[in-house]
């Protein structure tokens, strides 16, 4: 079973909202992504959990804040979000970082009013 | 860092033509090169991939080809159906992160 689940599937907010998304997979993977996708465009890196350890993108602003409450859980929570950030929001996960086959989930579709 | 580029970003082929996509990378360090598929509306699917100590893998009508010479791989599917018409991104990874081409999106006309 090489399955992530994303929920939920389509979210719509206000930029003063609060809200999660969540990710969850049952792989036994120690490594697990956020991503996020605009149209047209390649999934861009935003957070690496390996062995429950955070790797941060510099550049994702603070707006966008992981969490990884265990190996096989990911949330990710969003605050005071920006019409720019509607996107895709694409969860991935691997055995480890790097040079194994990350496994992608579905997606959060994200529109920030 | 790695830089991957890809090409075409569009394609267009008859039902049963073959397609091609290539991608070059920068990183001689990379040694692992997955492609995915992307249909609408969905997350990006696995499906071939190849490791830096093999030059061709083949799973039915797709198959993909490494040059580590050169830095170049490509993706081939022969046989195209219309079920194949979806985005098509290749990566590398050097066991820090995987880099992502631009994308092809390939319609198969019936």
């Known amino acids: 079973d090489t399955e992530v689940t994303q929920t939920p599937k389509h979210l719509v907010m206000g930029m003063t909202n609060k809200k999660s998304l969540k990710c969850e997979q049952h792989?036994?993977?120690?490594?697990m992504y956020w991503y996020k996708q605009k149209a047209k465009k390649p999934p861009e890196l935003m957070f690496v959990y390996s062995y429950e350890k955070l790797s941060i993108n510099e550049s994702v602003p603070s707006r966008f804040s992981p969490e990884c409450p265990n190996s096989s859980l990911l949330n990710l929570h969003l605050h005071a979000l920006q019409p720019e950030d509607s996107a895709l929001y694409l969860c991935?996960?691997?055995?480890?970082?790097?040079?194994?086959?990350?496994?992608f989930g579905p997606g959060t579709r994200l529109t920030v009013l | 860092g790695e830089n991957v580029e890809q090409h075409p970003s569009t394609l267009s082929v008859q039902e049963g033509d073959s397609a091609v996509i290539k991608c070059t990378y920068s990183?001689?360090?990379?040694?692992?090169f997955p492609w995915y598929k992307q249909e609408l509306g969905k997350g990006p699917q696995l499906i071939i991939d190849i490791r830096s100590n093999v030059g061709e893998k083949k799973d039915q009508r797709i198959a993909v080809t490494l040059n580590k010479t050169a830095k170049h791989f490509s993706l081939h599917i022969t046989e195209t159906q219309p079920e194949d018409s979806a985005v098509y991104f290749c990566?590398?990874?050097?066991?820090?992160?995987?880099?992502f081409g631009t994308g092809t999106s390939l319609t198969v006309i019936p």
């Open positions: 990183d001689s360090a990379s040694n692992y």
């Open positions: 990566a590398a990874s050097n066991e820090d992160q995987f880099y």
């Open positions: 991935a996960s691997s055995q480890e970082e790097g040079r194994d086959t990350q496994y």
């Open positions: 792989m036994g993977h120690r490594a």
